[in-house]
């Protein structure tokens, strides 16, 4: 492996452990393809989706359950919660068109390939993402929605679209950070984690002072390795 100063994070993959790290079960990459070849009709960097009763350390520490992040995620308990994920590096969250353009069918073509819905449901689900970035069944058990991550908070993308959460990578690391410093026992045999992660591990153990985590040291390092400026 590259020495410390020749690794880079990338910031799908940040994400990726981000959403992990929460208890949502992803696929990465995910292309929608056209009827008759050509390009591809667009691609969502990240598809996850978080079951009802998910929880960490249930079985062995129920008085230790990792607190996944309930408030900037807007989780909810009881709730399938299934997420589109937009990851931008440089810029403000936002949403690509291809998830706003009705005219499109992108999103019918998702949620049929991710198989949540009756097929005489997809319209119904399509058009609430579409107009809102979100769609909730008549039960509140199941939810379908649109999550940005970028750079700094989009207040157009806000104004337009007030229930798409927005995160910023500063909160991002700083979640990722504060979890695998209190859990770095539990979370020390990780070997089969891929680099990224065990250059986040790392980058947590270099910014520990005897028992604290200096989090905004953590953070900006991390800033450098995405090439983020926030």
Not at 93 to 109: A, M
Not at 185 to 202: P, V
């Amino acid at each position: 492996m590259a020495g410390k100063s020749e690794q880079r994070l990338t910031t799908e993959k940040v994400a990726y452990w981000y959403f992990r790290l929460n208890g949502y079960l992803q696929m990465e990459s995910f292309i929608v393809h056209p009827e008759s070849g050509g390009g591809q009709r667009t691609e969502a960097d990240l598809i996850g989706v978080r079951f009802p009763y998910r929880a960490e350390r249930l079985i062995g520490r129920p008085d230790d359950i990792m607190q996944d992040d309930f408030q900037k995620l807007e989780l909810r308990d009881g709730c399938i919660d299934i997420a589109i994920i937009e990851v931008k590096t440089n810029r403000p969250c936002d949403l690509n068109g291809p998830w706003t353009d009705k005219d499109l069918e992108n999103v019918q073509r998702v949620l049929a390939a991710i198989g949540c819905f009756p097929t005489d449901q997809l319209n119904q689900a399509a058009d609430s993402i579409y107009s809102n970035g979100i769609f909730e069944d008549e039960t509140g058990r199941l939810r379908v929605r649109l999550i940005a991550i970028g750079a700094s908070k989009n207040e157009e993308l806000s104004a337009d679209y007030p229930q798409v959460v927005q995160i910023t990578w500063r909160e991002v690391l700083g979640f990722i950070g504060d979890r695998l410093f209190r859990y770095r026992k539990s979370k020390s045999n990780t070997n089969q984690w891929d680099d990224e992660i065990t250059l986040l591990k790392d980058l947590v153990s270099s910014n520990k002072s005897g028992h604290q985590f200096q989090k905004g040291g953590f953070i900006d390092d991390c800033l450098r390795l995405l090439g983020v400026h926030s």
